[in-house]
């Protein structure tokens, strides 16, 4: 797997993970983590990758599940 594509499965894990805990903090942060030390690439709100991800609200996973 390449960085990039790396990185992007990350961003979605994480988008997903905090979507469903409200408590998270709502920023989805993105660290290349190699023997030589760690680097951030990527801060996102939630929100934003939210509608990045899922323009169309019905298509969510979510969508139609009561909310408890």
């Known amino acids: ?6 990185i992007e499965l990350g961003r979605r894990a994480i988008y997903h993970a905090t979507f469903r805990d409200c408590a ?6 993105v660290y290349h983590v190699t ?18 991800y899922y ?4 298509a969510h996973p979510s969508a139609g599940t009561p909310v408890v």
């Open 1 to 6: 797997m390449s960085v990039e594509d790396a």
């Open 24 to 29: 998270s903090g709502g920023t989805v942060s």
């Open 35 to 52: 023997e030589d030390g760690w680097t951030k690439v990527r801060g996102d709100d939630v929100t934003e990758l939210h509608f990045k």
């Open 55 to 58: 323009p169309d609200p019905a």
